[in-house]
């Protein structure tokens, strides 16, 4: 009778001890008993009842997901390949494992569709040039879609650009001419500073010498000025001259005017007697 109980304890012991899971510091075990969800357990040291309770472990780390390499026609008609990774984590772990039957798989798939559909409304320019902006939109969608999955999309950056060798090649030239262009812009805006600072050095030049001239020599120092540094000053004070006065008419015809006019006479005195 002792040892059939022995016996009945020890399987008991066995039964209660071999329901004790321990789970680490990132992860979570969805709980199911007898077949309903009874949440999430977990970190630590959890209990779960042999034969009638079963559960999945999440884990909450983040994880870096590979997109492959995607074959996507931009929206100037330029035929490339487009690889990205995402950077993703389970925020919800009983949404993780109910809502959605493979997790992984489904926001990788997610992904891809959503990579293909966003890089074919978006110019070859705005890939190449705006990659945080196309990064931050692939974020948003793919984050919104995988919410009622509990998984929180963190990032999504576009790694690699495959081109076509013709593409390559017209980009190529046109980067070097516009190196080109900025070299002989560069060189032209060299020799414009060069000959400013020429004309200010030959004016300086000029001005020493003449202050030479005067400080050596106690006389009068006569040199060319070009009247064209002058011309503008005269032209500013040319209209403020006052207008000068006719000029009187000839003699001839002032005598001509008068020659009609009688002119007077004098009075004869009277006859001596």
């Known amino acids: 009778m002792g040892s059939v109980i022995l016996t009945a304890l020890a399987a008991v012991g066995l039964y209660l001890f071999s329901g004790l899971r321990v789970l680490r510091e990132y992860e979570r075990a969805v709980y199911f008993f007898l077949g309903r969800s009874w949440g999430s357990k977990g970190p630590g040291l ?3 009842p042999p034969l009638f309770a079963k559960m999945q472990k999440v884990s909450l780390r983040v994880m870096a997901m590979d997109i492959p390499p995607q074959d996507v026609i931009t929206r100037d008609n330029i035929s490339i390949k487009v690889n990205a990774v995402l950077y993703m984590r389970v925020k919800d772990p009983v949404k993780a494992v109910i809502g959605v039957e493979n997790y992984l798989y ?5 992904a891809q569709t959503t990579l293909r559909s966003v890089l074919g409304e978006t ?3 705005e890939l190449l040039m705006s990659r945080e902006k196309i990064n931050a939109i692939l974020k948003n969608i793919i984050d919104s879609r995988t ?5 929180e999309v963190s990032a ?3 790694k690699d650009v495959d081109l076509p060798p013709e593409m390559k090649r017209a980009m190529a030239r046109q980067a070097e001419a516009e190196r080109e262009r900025r070299a002989k812009v560069i060189n032209a805006e060299g020799e414009l500073q060069a000959a400013e600072k020429l004309a200010q050095a030959i004016q300086l030049r000029y001005l020493q010498t003449v202050n030479e001239i005067a400080s050596e020599n106690n006389s009068t120092t006569i040199f060319p000025i070009p009247i064209d540094l ?3 000053f005269m032209e500013r004070i040319a209209p403020a001259q006052p207008a000068e006065p ?3 008419p000839p003699p001839r015809a002032l005598a ?3 020659s009609g006019e009688r002119l007077p006479t004098k009075s004869k005195g009277k006859a001596k007697a």
């Open 156 to 158: 999504v950056e576009v």
């Open 230 to 232: 002058f011309r503008g």
């Open 256 to 258: 001509e005017r008068t």
């Open 123 to 125: 110019e070859m320019d």
């Open 106 to 110: 489904a926001t990788s798939q997610l």
């Open 147 to 151: 919410e009622d999955w509990g998984v």
């Open 46 to 48: 959890i209990y779960l």
């Open 246 to 248: 006719a000029p009187a």
